[in-house]
């Protein structure tokens, strides 16, 4: 399935921006507050964190405010409409440490070992991101010291089993709702 396609269906960007809008909405932060939840990950000044999935931007301007001037936060979202909303959201914000791209999470286009942290936040489960692609990219991206931190809304539907078992990560633990991984030397 080639999701970038995909992002650029009406159909999708319709049914997506329905969605988005209670993704967005003040009740969500109220219910879910994303800076609390992002302080499970152990985010810090400086990193340079991926976000896969970014949807209207719930975890974006929040992420960016904890990582400061001196971090990066590199976006991805392969619905064009979102992409516009977040760069909207960014710009509005005066944030400049924010880069949106619309982009496949299964082939981000980043170099090997570029990343800090990896948020993998409410996106898996999810059909067009099997997680048999998708760790591997992520694994690849990530410093030999980087942590892939995996927030699952609604439901955990043996994710973190998943992670374990591809090999590619081990354990730190949870916090705030926030399953954290180490990188793993991948062995032969």
Not at 3 to 29: D, E
Not at 113 to 131: A, I, K, M, Q, R
């Amino acid at each position: 399935m080639d999701t970038l396609k995909l992002g650029q269906s009406r159909i999708m960007n319709f049914l997506s921006g329905l969605g988005g809008l209670t993704m967005g909405s003040r009740l969500r932060r109220w219910l879910q507050n994303p800076g609390k939840i992002l302080q499970g990950t152990n985010i810090t000044t400086g990193q340079i964190v991926v976000e896969v999935g970014c949807g209207p931007g719930f975890f974006t301007l929040d992420a960016a405010r904890m990582i400061g001037d001196s971090g990066r936060l590199i976006a991805i979202e392969p619905l064009s409409d979102f992409v516009d909303k977040v760069r909207d959201k960014v710009e509005k914000a005066g944030l400049k440490n924010v880069e949106v791209l619309k982009r496949d999470a299964l082939n981000t286009g980043l170099e090997d070992n570029s990343v800090d942290l990896v948020l993998l936040f409410g996106v898996v489960p999810f059909p067009t991101l099997p997680l048999s692609k998708l760790l591997p990219e992520m694994h690849r991206i990530l410093k030999t010291d980087g942590t892939l931190a995996v927030w699952l809304f609604p439901t955990t539907f043996g994710v973190p089993t998943a992670i374990l078992k591809s090999g590619l990560f081990s354990e730190i633990g949870k916090k705030n709702g926030v399953y954290s991984y180490h990188y793993r030397e991948e062995t032969v």
